[in-house]
């Protein structure tokens, strides 16, 4: 498993915005997708919130359709998430995940798991 670390994380007050970092040292981001998942307390990890694969095409759910922002510095080897609008049942842990099938990505089995970074949305 290659490394991705994820920062970023932290309390925001209801409506306020945060954005997440995962750097991807061992990743050319030009041949892996990369995705975020959100992982509510005492619930499993959901399926991907939002992807970008290798030639920059983006996927977003339907719970984060216009509020969040999935984006990439392939300078920098990091991939964004910007969130806004957060809202209570946003509160988790955010986890950053690469493989280089998109596919894989989508449907929550990528291959490289970054350690997540924990958010809190408070009312």
């Known amino acids: 498993q290659l490394q991705l670390v994820e920062s970023g994380g932290g309390l925001v007050q209801s409506g306020g915005s945060l954005r997440l970092s995962c750097a991807a040292p061992?990743?050319?981001?030009?041949?892996?997708?990369f995705g975020w998942f959100h992982q509510a307390p005492g619930k499993e990890r959901e399926g991907a919130l939002c992807?970008?694969?290798?030639?920059?095409?983006?996927y977003y759910a339907d719970s984060v359709k216009g509020r969040f922002t999935i984006s990439r510095d392939t300078a920098k080897n990091t991939v964004y998430l910007q969130m806004n609008n957060l809202k209570p049942e946003d509160t988790g842990v955010y986890y950053c995940?690469?493989?280089?099938?998109?596919?894989?990505?989508?449907?929550?089995?990528?291959?490289?798991w970054g350690q997540g970074t924990q958010v809190t949305v408070s009312s």
């Open positions: 995940a690469a493989d280089s099938f998109p596919s894989n990505v989508r449907l929550g089995r990528p291959e490289n």
């Open positions: 061992e990743f050319s981001l030009n041949r892996y997708a």
């Open positions: 992807t970008v694969n290798a030639d920059g095409i983006t």
